[in-house]
């Protein structure tokens, strides 16, 4: 039997990737286009970064030259200098052999180079003295890193695309000034063009308001679910070609676990996994496998729930039951929610800590499978018996 048609984890490629042509294509003429600067946003696990990863090989592959740098581990904005300075010597010193020494030639901080452990590379590291530095003095350094692109692409006489994933990280580093600093920089370069990424839409929206730095710098981009139809034909398909007869499984599968394409795919993992010994994938087969990605997660679902305070976790159990509705009588009396007013503010708590999504008066879980685990696990203690693959109306 061949191995797992499915991944999850990190960035995919290759067959493993599917479909955003549209976005490819407007996320490849931002890279290439001089001034062209696109902010895309969206949820998590709707498989953004691997979408980047994809334009951006592919147009290295054609000869173009595009820096993408991953911000989303940054403690410092030290650290997404050197995020940025390796992304740009790994990126371009493929072609520009000086890559390194010219760019550290251009900052004023302290930078050293350092081998690479998995390459070899000299890649550039500021040093750790710039960590402890006041934010006036880090945000010097990251802007130098910017102009030191830009101006390493007009020495040669060459474009080059950046990519700031989980751009917004920027802000924890200085607010508004951060976001000033940043306009500031890249608005003037010529040789270099951007496209900002990130995940979180309430921070990303609040920053390019109209009264922020970043108003109209960029043009906004949403990156919403993969179009279902599409999403769940490959998924049958790639089922089909593995030896796993399936037939309407994809729509199956985006159904239970959907929108978003993580979640879709490691639904998919799991049901090969248990359908693979009988040749085919069912409706069974599926609730099988939610149910094993469910007690999978088990130890840090139950972590994440002890955290919450009593009124949260029974907002959850309403949740898990039904989407709207939550504040009438029949619900506060059932799942002792209280007053209203209580019951609201914890929802809306559970909102921004990326646990809960409102849409309109619904409530729905980010996670399904944390969903899948509220029913399976909590439910029982206040008297209430669904199938862990119940979806709340």
Do not use: C
């Not at 820096?67 to 995020?83: E, F, G, K, W, Y």
Request: hydrophobic residues 40%; positive net charge.
């Amino acid at each position: 039997m061949p191995d797992n048609p499915f991944v999850i984890g990190g960035t995919v490629s290759g067959d493993y990737f599917t479909n955003r042509a549209p976005e490819r294509r407007r996320i490849a003429a931002a890279l290439t286009q001089p001034q062209n600067h696109l902010l895309l946003f969206g949820p998590r696990r709707m498989g953004k970064t691997s979408t980047l990863r994809v334009v951006a090989d592919d147009l290295a592959a054609r000869g173009k030259r595009v820096v993408m740098a991953d911000l989303s581990t940054a403690s410092t904005l030290s650290d997404a200098t050197n995020r940025l300075l390796q992304a740009a010597t790994r990126s371009l010193g493929r072609r520009w052999k000086d890559t390194a020494t010219a760019l550290v030639q251009r900052l004023k901080v302290r930078v050293g180079l350092e081998p690479d452990a998995a390459s070899g590379m000299l890649l550039p590291s500021v040093d750790v003295s710039l960590r402890d530095s006041g934010l006036e003095t880090q945000r010097a350094a990251f802007g130098e890193a910017l102009d030191a692109i830009e101006g390493l692409a007009a020495t040669k006489g060459a474009h080059v695309g950046v990519i700031l994933d989980e751009f917004q990280e920027i802000h924890r580093f200085g607010g508004e000034v951060a976001e000033a600093h940043l306009r500031s920089t890249i608005q003037d370069h010529r040789h270099a063009s951007y496209v900002l990424a990130g995940s979180d839409a309430r921070l990303i929206r609040a920053m390019t308001g109209a009264r922020r730095p970043l108003y109209k710098l960029l043009e906004p981009m949403p990156f919403g679910p993969i179009d279902s139809a599409h999403l769940a034909t490959w998924i049958d398909d790639r089922l089909t070609a593995t030896g796993v007869r399936a037939r309407g499984v994809g729509e199956l599968i985006i159904a239970l676990a959907g929108p978003r394409t993580r979640d879709v795919v490691q639904l998919a993992r799991a049901t090969f996994e248990l359908g693979r010994s009988a040749r085919a994938a069912t409706e069974a087969t599926i609730a099988d496998a939610f149910l094993q990605v469910v007690l999978g997660e088990d130890a840090p679902t139950r972590a994440l729930w002890e955290r919450f305070s009593p009124l949260q976790q029974n907002v959850l159990r309403a949740v898990a039951t039904r989407s709207t509705g939550l504040t009438t009588r029949a619900t506060r009396t059932r799942f002792g929610l209280g007053d209203t007013g209580p019951a609201t503010k914890a929802a809306t708590t559970l909102v921004s800590r990326d646990v809960l999504v409102k849409s309109g008066p619904a409530y729905h879980f980010d996670s399904p499978f944390t969903r899948g685990w509220v029913i399976l696990n909590t439910l029982a203690d206040v008297g209430v018996s669904l199938p862990v693959t119940h979806l709340p109306d």
